[in-house]
């Protein structure tokens, strides 16, 4: 991964289609890097979204496209994957001189480039921990997008966590399924944890507490330890104990496989999006 030199001061106007979930957590490390927030141009047509970004982000979204959007150098497509055409067609016109960066699960950049008149595109597959500047992002370039530009994305994506370029487009379905999807998996081990916490006589308050932390410490020792999970988990598992038990027992009932069979689903599913709703 290449370093940026963009500081925020260098930012171009940046216009968001779409000011949901995850346009939303963009914007918030964009504005805790300090970006103002009269660079942010958003689009958003749902009365209570525009609403939620005035109080949360002091951002004034506009109902419906506009010609305020020329200002802006780059555009953010961050509509679902089935509203994104319906969405480009009144955006287009005033931003084909931009660069554009997608974070549509599944859509490809050359349906992006049909619908913007324009192949100066990135696509991302963000996660939600971008709210707390925890996310990981994937991010694929096509060739028609030079080094600023990059540059440009590496430096807006960064203000939200982490970020790693792939060389194939369609490797952005694995990342997808890994670390787009995967919060949602962290998040139902996090129900089931706590839920066997207070089957066994922990209040649901505490139980989460374990839980979470456990997560939190687990990926961090990972993160800085230099061996590899199996290792750190092989540690963990004293021979005929009570890890051991709860191993053996997962290892019996296939679930490392039936996760690995789900994670394929989702890649799956970013490709039959992209069949679907790319058209
Ligand atoms: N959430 C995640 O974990 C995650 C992670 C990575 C990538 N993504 C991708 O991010 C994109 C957005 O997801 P999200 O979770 O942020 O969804 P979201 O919260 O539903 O945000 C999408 C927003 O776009 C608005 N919208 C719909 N039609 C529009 C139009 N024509 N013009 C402008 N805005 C329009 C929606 O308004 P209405 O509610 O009125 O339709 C909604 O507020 C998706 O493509 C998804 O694949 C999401």
Redesign the pocket.
């Known amino acids: 991964m290449s370093q940026t030199n963009t500081s925020h001061t260098a930012f171009p106007s940046i216009a968001f289609?779409?000011?949901?979930?995850?346009?939303s957590a963009i914007m918030g490390g964009l504005l805790r890097q300090g970006v103002p927030a009269s660079k942010i141009i958003v689009?958003?047509?749902?009365e209570g979204?525009r609403q939620a970004l005035q109080n949360n982000l002091g951002i004034a979204a506009l109902p419906v496209a506009s010609e305020a959007l020329r200002r802006a150098g780059l555009v953010v497509w961050?509509?679902?994957?089935q509203?994104?055409k319906?969405?480009a067609a009144p955006v287009a016109d005033f931003t084909r001189e931009a660069l554009h960066l997608s974070?549509?699960?599944g859509i490809t950049t050359d349906s992006v480039a049909g619908w913007t008149g324009t192949r100066r595109i990135v696509r991302a597959?963000?996660?939600?921990p971008a709210l707390v500047g925890k996310g990981m992002t994937g991010l694929y370039a096509r060739p028609e997008v030079d080094a600023q530009g990059k540059a440009l994305i590496e430096a807006v994506i960064a203000s939200t966590g982490e970020l790693s370029w792939v060389e194939k487009e369609e490797q952005l379905d694995a990342v997808t399924a890994l670390s787009?999807s995967g919060?949602a998996y962290v998040f139902l081990f996090l129900e089931a944890m706590t839920q066997a916490g207070v089957d066994m006589g922990l209040s649901a308050e505490q139980s989460y507490k374990l839980a979470v932390a456990t997560f939190q410490g687990g990926a961090e020792l990972a993160a800085r330890s230099t061996e590899s999970a199996e290792v750190l988990r092989q540690r963990v598992t004293s021979k005929g104990g009570t890890t051991y038990a709860a191993i053996t027992h997962m290892q019996q009932q296939k679930l490392p496989e039936h996760f690995i069979e789900a994670m394929r689903k989702a890649e799956a599913r970013a490709k039959e999006l992209a069949a679907e709703f790319g058209k």
């Open positions: 289609i779409g000011g949901g979930n995850m346009a689009v958003e047509p749902f979204a961050a509509v679902k994957p509203s994104f319906e969405a974070v549509a699960a597959m963000p996660n939600t787009g919060p």
